[in-house]
Structures are given as C-alpha cells and as structure tokens.
C-alpha cells in the first residue's frame, strides 16, 4: 500500500479584516447598566477582541461576530442588533456568490471543513454543478472514512496516455512502446488566474505551493525566472501558438509542458516528442461546441493530456456560450468512450472550479483532474472587486503578501477541499478517486431527471389537448 498522502495545514491569520455578513448595531444610549452586560458573555468574545482597523477605518467586529444573536436576544432593552452589511452585499457575483468567498477564506485561514452546526438551509437544486445530486448511500459504514485514517483512501490520479492493450513476445518482452506517466497524489493542479495584481509574486506563491503539494503549477513560459527554476520539477510550462522553441533550455528540465490548440498541434508534438520522448505535453482546448470532436481527433492523433477550459462562470466560449462545464465535460467524455479513446488519454477541466464539491462533481462528469485559478487568487484575500482589471489600487495588496504565508494559505485551501473530497469518497463507498471518473450511474442530473421522469407524469396523451376546467 502506497503511503498516505498527507497535507500539512497551520493556520494562517488574515492580514485584512475579513467582510462579516452581518453588521453589529450597538447603542449605548438608554442602557440600563445591567449587573452583568450580554457583551461579557459573547461566546466568542467579539466585544472583548474587537478593534478599530485603520486600513480600513472600520470596526472590526463585523469580522469577528459568528452570528449566533445570543448579545441580541440577550439585551433587555434591545439596544443590540444586527443588519447586513452593506459592504458583504458587494462582494463577487451570480457564480462566484458571498458564500463561496467568505467559506474559501475561512479554508484558507484554518485548512479546516466548514460545518454549519445548523444544518444545511440552501436550495437542493440549482444551475450547472448544483443540480447534481450525488449517491452518499455508503455514508452509513463510519469504517469507510479517510479522514481519521480508519481505511485508506487514495487521491492519486495518472497524467499521461495509456496503452489500449499490451503486447509481448515469445520471450515476454513488451513489443510496444511505454508512455510516460506521471503520478499526482491530489486530483487538482494549480493554474494562473487571468485577473490580479502582483503576478510575479503570485507565480512564486503558486510555484511554493505546488511543490508542497506535490502537484503542478501552470504558467505562462516567459514568466518563468530564473527565481521560479528551483521549482521546476512542479511547474508545467504553457506555450502560445508559435512561440514553442524547440531549443528552449526549460525542455530539459521540465516534467510537463502545455500548449495551447492550433492547427498543427500534432506535428508540433511530434517534433517534440522526438527530442524529448518523456516529456508530458498537454493541449489545452477552449470548450467550443466542437470540443467533443476535437478531443477525439486529439486522443486518435496521440495526445497525453487534453486540458478543456472554460470562463470564470464554467460557460463555454463562442457557440458553447449557454453549456456548462458540467455538460461539456460528460459529452468529451462519452465521446471518448464511444471511440474507444477514453482510457488513451487524461482528461483535465477548468474554469469555474469554486467549491471542493465542484472537484469531485466534474470528476463524476468524466474528468480524471480538475485545474483551479481563482480560488488561489482568494485563498489570498482577494474580494474579486475587480479593482486590478480598472487598473485600480487592490484593496489587500496581493502584490506585497510574503510568498511563505501565501503559500500556507493555498495549501490550507487544499488541504481542506482534499479532505472533503475523501469525505465524498468514503460516503459513496469508493477507496480511490479513479474509480469516481465517469461514475454518472452514481449521480442524478435534474434535467434529466425532468425531462425522463417528470415530464412524462405531467403531459397529456399525445395529440391531446388540455381542456378548460368549467367554472360551474
């Protein structure tokens, strides 16, 4: 048995005060002077801890508050209340919404899962990745639990093509060429946001923590210095069409390089291939309407890795623009297995990758790795304000976070969306992550769902039409 993969977390303070959802409205008029004030019993100790931030010239007990409500049901003359905060109000958008933001801070901050001891109170239905609904019917052996280490629960995921079949002599030799692999312990690579500021800094932020990570960091091939070479072996290269030099130094060095879709991608591989034979080349692929047929011409032509991106929202680009990632991703990966390619070649998604649910949902979907950019980016504090796009100043310097205290966020962030993928795995009662690849008979898709079941129930006979009820 293979050792256990394990992440190292340690809390890491944020160097700006957080945005509470809710704001504290203390008035001080009219107090009764009570023996014993309800701000003493805080159990959280938010009125004893707070402060005045001069950043931000606010105070910092919206930040520190949990909103349990005991200070306000507590005080007999109800001088204590609580209100929304105007500036949580402003915080991300339809997709990336204030509760993604706010949970990925506290992960980044602690390495911790967030529990909400009062239970789930959202929507069970939604768009994209909310409207799968996966089989947690395995929930009920607490053997099968990763987590505490009673039963070992692999995350490992191969990069790289397989051989369809095997082939031996007389003398049971392989008579076929053995492609490269490259093992990665945590289905999730690290790839560079199209947004931010201080990308030097980031980019050695994300180089720090893939190496701790033992997984890959994506960038661009001339932001790559000579600061960023002793942690070559973990970061992945991408090239623009045309600018791949086959002379490049970086070649030799690298683990895995990326290059973006052209025409003549596959010869270009070749050519690579030929100075370079174990070296890993992705394709990375914006998911069109003709990315299914695009991945199969790839996997047929020899492509290791096909990386299918979308946008920040996890839609499609030009024609594609109303699909989602989620259904992008079953129609590669039915594709694939129709032409029987699918086992030939890894599969990684990204774009819109929020939440550690949406991991192991775009697995089941049929990706074997998923890639992430923004929540690095909020893993760091980052409000997604947008500030950086205008050219404005960013309201928590990105650009000055100490690359240490950066990386331990990230890693945090991970540590806790790995945790929760093992809680996934032992709930559907699968020891490793590959087997959850393509595993759609094990999650129900609300639109199927209602356009199999529900709607049949409530349409009419066919050729019928539906009669006015008569009123008397």
Same mark, same amino acid.
């Given at each position: 048995?293979?050792?256990?993969?394990?992440?190292?977390?340690?809390?890491?303070?944020?160097?700006?005060?957080?945005?509470?959802?809710?704001?504290?409205?203390?008035?001080?008029?009219?107090?009764?002077?009570?023996?014993?004030?309800?701000?003493?019993?805080?159990?959280?100790?938010?009125? @004893? /801890?707070?402060?005045?931030?001069?950043?931000?010239? =606010?105070? &910092?007990? *919206?930040?520190?508050? $949990?909103?349990? +409500?005991?200070?306000?049901?507590?005080?007999?003359?109800?001088?204590?209340?609580?209100?929304?905060?105007?500036?949580?109000?402003?915080?991300?958008?339809?997709?990336?919404?204030?509760?993604?933001?706010?949970?990925?801070?506290?992960?980044?901050?602690?390495?911790?899962?967030?529990?909400?001891?009062?239970?789930?109170?959202?929507?069970?239905?939604?768009?994209?990745?909310?409207?799968?609904?996966?089989?947690?019917?395995?929930?009920?052996?607490?053997? @099968? /639990?990763?987590?505490?280490?009673?039963?070992?629960? =692999?995350? &490992?995921? *191969?990069?790289?093509? $397989?051989?369809? +079949?095997?082939?031996?002599?007389?003398?049971?030799?392989?008579?076929?060429?053995?492609?490269?692999?490259?093992?990665?312990?945590?289905?999730?690579?690290?790839?560079?946001?199209?947004?931010?500021?201080?990308?030097?800094?980031?980019?050695?932020?994300?180089?720090?923590?893939?190496?701790?990570?033992?997984?890959?960091?994506?960038?661009?091939?001339?932001?790559?210095?000579?600061?960023?070479?002793?942690?070559?072996?973990?970061?992945?290269?991408?090239?623009?069409?045309?600018?791949?030099?086959?002379?490049?130094?970086?070649?030799?060095?690298?683990?895995?390089?990326?290059?973006?879709?052209?025409?003549?991608?596959?010869?270009?591989?070749?050519?690579?291939?030929?100075?370079?034979?174990?070296?890993?080349?992705?394709?990375?692929?914006?998911?069109?309407?003709?990315?299914?047929?695009?991945?199969?011409?790839?996997?047929?032509?020899?492509?290791?890795?096909?990386?299918?991106?979308?946008?920040?929202?996890?839609?499609?680009?030009?024609?594609?623009?109303?699909?989602?990632?989620?259904?992008?991703?079953?129609?590669?990966?039915?594709?694939?297995?129709?032409?029987?390619?699918?086992?030939?070649?890894?599969?990684?998604?990204?774009?819109?990758?929020?939440?550690?649910?949406?991991?192991?949902?775009?697995?089941?979907?049929?990706?074997?790795?998923?890639?992430?950019?923004?929540?690095?980016?909020?893993?760091?504090?980052?409000?997604?304000?947008?500030?950086?796009?205008?050219?404005?100043?960013?309201?928590?310097?990105?650009?000055?976070?100490?690359?240490?205290?950066?990386?331990?966020?990230?890693?945090?962030?991970?540590?806790?969306?790995?945790?929760?993928?093992?809680?996934?795995?032992?709930?559907?009662?699968?020891?490793?992550?590959?087997?959850?690849?393509?595993?759609?008979?094990?999650?129900?898709?609300?639109?199927?769902?209602?356009?199999?079941?529900?709607?049949?129930?409530?349409?009419?006979?066919?050729?019928?039409?539906?009669?006015?009820?008569?009123?008397?």
């Amino acid at each position: 048995m293979p050792e256990k993969y394990h992440i190292h977390v340690k809390a890491v303070p944020p160097r700006f005060k957080a945005v509470g959802k809710g704001t504290v409205l203390d008035w001080g008029e009219g107090c009764l002077r009570c023996t014993r004030c309800v701000k003493e019993t805080c159990p959280y100790q938010a009125f @004893r /801890d707070r402060t005045f931030d001069n950043h931000d010239l =606010s105070d &910092t007990i *919206d930040s520190l508050c $949990k909103n349990c +409500f005991r200070c306000v049901q507590g005080c007999p003359r109800e001088l204590i209340t609580k209100t929304v905060n105007p500036e949580y109000k402003l915080l991300g958008d339809a997709y990336w919404t204030k509760e993604i933001i706010s949970t990925t801070w506290y992960q980044a901050e602690t390495g911790r899962i967030p529990v909400s001891g009062a239970g789930y109170g959202g929507p069970f239905k939604g768009p994209g990745f909310d409207s799968i609904w996966t089989d947690m019917s395995e929930i009920v052996r607490p053997t @099968r /639990d990763g987590i505490h280490g009673r039963e070992y629960i =692999s995350t &490992t995921v *191969d990069l790289g093509r $397989k051989p369809l +079949f095997l082939s031996f002599n007389a003398q049971g030799d392989l008579t076929m060429p053995v492609f490269p692999l490259m093992e990665l312990p945590l289905p999730i690579i690290l790839t560079e946001p199209g947004m931010g500021v201080g990308k030097n800094q980031f980019r050695l932020i994300m180089a720090m923590a893939a190496q701790s990570l033992d997984t890959l960091a994506v960038m661009p091939r001339e932001a790559i210095t000579l600061k960023l070479m002793p942690f070559m072996r973990h970061l992945m290269p991408q090239y623009s069409p045309g600018a791949l030099k086959l002379d490049d130094p970086l070649l030799e060095t690298a683990r895995a390089v990326e290059l973006w879709d052209h025409p003549d991608i596959t010869a270009e591989i070749d050519r690579l291939k030929v100075l370079y034979p174990s070296l890993l080349i992705s394709v990375i692929l914006p998911a069109t309407g003709q990315a299914p047929e695009r991945c199969e011409a790839l996997a047929g032509a020899g492509a290791e890795i096909i990386h299918l991106n979308t946008d920040n929202h996890a839609q499609g680009y030009d024609d594609a623009q109303e699909t989602h990632l989620k259904d992008l991703t079953r129609q590669v990966h039915l594709r694939l297995v129709q032409a029987i390619l699918r086992d030939a070649v890894t599969l990684v998604v990204s774009g819109g990758i929020a939440m550690a649910e949406h991991v192991a949902k775009a697995i089941i979907c049929g990706a074997d790795a998923v890639a992430v950019d923004l929540p690095l980016l909020l893993a760091l504090e980052c409000r997604l304000c947008s500030h950086c796009q205008d050219e404005d100043h960013c309201p928590v310097d990105l650009g000055k976070i100490n690359e240490r205290r950066g990386a331990q966020r990230v890693i945090n962030l991970m540590g806790a969306w790995n945790n929760q993928l093992l809680e996934v795995l032992g709930a559907m009662g699968l020891r490793e992550v590959r087997r959850l690849r393509g595993e759609m008979g094990r999650a129900m898709f609300f639109e199927d769902l209602e356009k199999e079941i529900f709607a049949p129930i409530f349409a009419g006979p066919p050729g019928s039409e539906l009669l006015e009820r008569d009123p008397n």
